[in-house]
C-alpha cells in the first residue's frame, strides 16, 4: 500500500490508530454535537486535540506532527464548510440582502470567487507568494467548472445564488486546487438528487486518481458508493473505524412514524401568489406562479437547486421586494396594503440556510429559541419569565437542553439547525415555512423533528411549508405537493 498522508492516535478507553492513505475516501457518521467537525479540525490541523497527528511526505521519509511543506502543507489540505458561504456574500450579509439590488454590494461575482487572487489568497502586487498559484491554474479552472456544470453561475453575484448553487461554487475552489486531502463538512445537504449523484461519480473519480477525501455526514445513505472505509463518533469519541460494505447499520434505519390525521382543509386561503412574476435583469426566476394554501393544508415545495424554491420562500416571508408590486395575498390581505412585513412575520416561523447564515455567533442556543418570539436576528428585548420557560420547553423538545448557555457558533452544525428550529416553532406560527430544515440532522433527530411539527400542526393548527431535496424524508403531516422546474409549477 501507498504511504499514508495522515496517522491519527485517538484516545478513548481503547485508543484507536487511523491512517488516512491516497485514494481512501473516509465517511464519518455521527449525531449532532458528535465532534465530527472537531475532528476535521484535527485533520486540517487548525485545532488543537488530544488525538496525536502525524503528517506523512509522499515517500514516506519525512513525518511531522502539524501540516508542513516537508510533508503536507496547508495548500495540500483544503477543507470545505457550510460557514464558509459567508465569504462570498460581502461584508456584513444580512437576511434580506439577496432580494435587495442596493444590498451586498461588495459581494462577489462567481467568477471572482474562483480567481486564483482569492481562492490562493494573494495579492497581484505583492512581491512573494504568487508562486503558489500553479502554471496550469487557468485550465484546472475551465475544466472543474465544465465538470460541475456551473458556466451559468459564473457571471451572478454569490449573495444572489440559492444554498445548493453556492455549495457549488463552493467544491469547484476546493477541486481547482486539486489537494492530496479534502476534507467536506456534510457535503451532499443542500443538493438536488442529480447533483448528488453528479458529486459522487466526481469524488470518486478523484479518489480514483490519488486524492483522500474525509466527509462528515449525518445521513445513512451519503456514503453510498463512495466510500471506501467510515468511521463512527458519538459524544466527541470515535467509537469505530473500519471498511465501509455499502449497508445501512440497523441502528439508522428509521422507525416508522404514527399514522398522520390532517385537520379538515377549509375554504380559508392563508396564503394566495396570482400570476406571480419574478425577474432580475434579463432572468425570469418565477413565470406567472399560480398557488393557493388553505387552512389544513400542509405542503411540500420540491425542485432542483436554482428551480426558484428560495425565490418563493422570499415572497411568503415579505422579503423580497418585489413581491409588494405582484398579487400576494397572505391571511386574506393584500402584502404591502392589507398586511404589513411586521405584521407578517408575527404570524410567520422559518428556517432556511440563509437565516442560518446570519445568525449572530454570540447569541446563546436559548437566546436564539427566544428570540424567535420577537422575529429578530439575536435577541435584543428581554423576554418574560413565562417567556423564557417558553423557550426552554423548546429546547428541551428539540433535545438542546444540556447546551442552552452555549453560544451559536460553539454549536455544532446540526444542533445549530435543531436551535434555528425551535425558534421557528417557539410562537406556535399561524405558516411555519422551513427550508432544508433537516440539513444536518441525523436519522433520529429528522425522526424527532417530523413528530414535533406533526404535533404543533396537530395541537395549534399551524400550516407547514416544507422545501427539501429529500422527498423520502417528508414528515406525515406533509398532504400536499407543488414541484417547481425553471421557475415553474411541474405538472404530473
Not at 357 to 371: C, F, G, I, K
Not at 479 to 491: H, K, M, P, S, W
Amino acid at each position: 500500500m501507498s504511504c499514508p498522508i495522515v496517522t491519527l492516535t485517538v484516545p478513548g478507553q481503547e485508543p484507536l490508530a487511523w491512517t488516512i492513505h491516497p485514494g481512501q475516501c473516509w465517511a464519518i457518521q455521527g449525531p449532532p454535537g458528535a465532534g465530527k467537525g472537531s475532528l476535521l479540525d484535527c485533520l486540517a490541523g487548525t485545532a488543537r486535540t488530544p488525538a496525536r497527528v502525524c503528517y506523512h511526505s509522499p515517500d514516506g521519509q519525512a513525518v511531522t506532527g502539524y501540516p508542513d511543506p516537508s510533508t503536507v502543507s496547508r495548500w495540500q489540505i483544503v477543507r470545505v464548510r457550510f460557514a464558509d458561504q459567508r465569504g462570498l456574500l460581502g461584508s456584513a450579509p444580512y437576511h434580506q440582502a439577496r432580494w435587495n439590488s442596493c444590498g451586498g454590494e461588495d459581494a462577489v461575482s462567481v467568477v471572482e470567487s474562483l480567481s486564483a487572487e482569492r481562492i490562493y489568497r494573494v495579492s497581484p502586487y505583492q512581491v512573494l507568494g504568487p508562486e503558489i498559484v500553479p502554471r496550469d491554474f487557468a485550465s484546472r479552472r475551465e475544466a472543474v467548472v465544465a465538470e460541475l456544470g456551473i458556466e451559468p453561475l459564473l457571471e451572478r453575484r454569490a449573495i444572489a445564488l440559492s444554498n445548493g448553487e453556492r455549495r457549488k461554487v463552493m467544491f469547484a475552489r476546493a477541486l481547482i486546487q486539486q489537494p492530496r486531502l479534502l476534507l467536506l463538512d456534510d457535503p451532499f445537504a443542500g443538493l438536488d438528487r442529480e447533483f448528488r449523484e453528479r458529486l459522487h461519480e466526481i469524488l470518486a473519480a478523484r479518489t480514483g486518481a490519488g486524492m483522500a477525501v474525509v466527509f462528515t455526514t449525518p445521513r445513512h445513505d451519503d456514503p453510498g458508493r463512495l466510500a471506501t472505509h467510515l468511521a463512527t463518533m458519538r459524544d466527541g469519541t470515535v467509537t469505530a473505524l473500519g471498511d465501509w460494505d455499502g449497508g445501512v447499520p440497523q441502528n439508522q434505519i428509521p422507525a416508522p412514524l404514527p399514522a398522520f390525521s390532517a385537520p379538515t382543509a377549509t375554504c380559508e386561503a392563508l396564503v394566495e401568489l396570482r400570476g406571480v412574476r419574478i425577474q432580475y435583469g434579463g432572468k425570469v426566476v418565477l413565470h406567472d406562479l399560480d398557488w393557493t394554501i388553505r387552512r389544513g393544508e400542509n405542503w411540500a415545495v420540491l425542485g432542483p437547486n436554482g428551480a426558484g424554491k428560495t425565490t418563493l420562500l422570499g415572497l411568503l416571508l415579505g422579503d423580497n421586494p418585489q413581491a409588494y408590486a405582484q398579487d400576494v395575498r397572505l391571511f386574506g390581505q393584500r402584502l404591502g396594503k392589507g398586511i404589513s412585513a411586521r405584521e407578517l412575520r408575527q404570524r410567520v416561523g422559518h428556517v432556511s440556510p440563509e437565516l442560518h447564515l446570519n445568525y449572530p455567533a454570540e447569541a446563546t442556543a436559548l437566546a436564539t429559541v427566544a428570540s424567535g418570539l420577537f422575529d429578530s436576528l439575536g435577541l435584543y428585548r428581554q423576554p418574560s419569565d413565562d417567556q423564557w420557560r417558553q423557550a426552554e420547553q423548546w429546547l428541551r423538545e428539540l433535545g438542546l437542553a444540556a447546551v442552552a448557555a452555549c453560544r451559536f457558533d460553539q454549536l455544532s452544525e446540526g444542533q445549530q439547525r435543531l436551535a434555528l428550529l425551535a425558534r421557528g416553532m417557539v410562537k406556535a406560527p399561524d405558516l411555519l415555512v422551513l427550508d432544508e430544515p433537516c440539513q444536518g440532522l441525523d436519522t433520529a433527530n429528522r425522526a424527532a423533528v417530523h413528530a414535533t411539527l406533526d404535533r404543533l400542526v396537530r395541537a395549534n393548527h399551524s400550516q407547514v411549508v416544507y422545501i427539501t431535496h429529500h422527498p423520502e424524508d417528508l414528515p406525515p403531516c406533509i398532504g400536499q405537493v407543488l414541484e417547481l422546474a425553471d421557475g415553474t409549477i411541474r405538472r404530473p
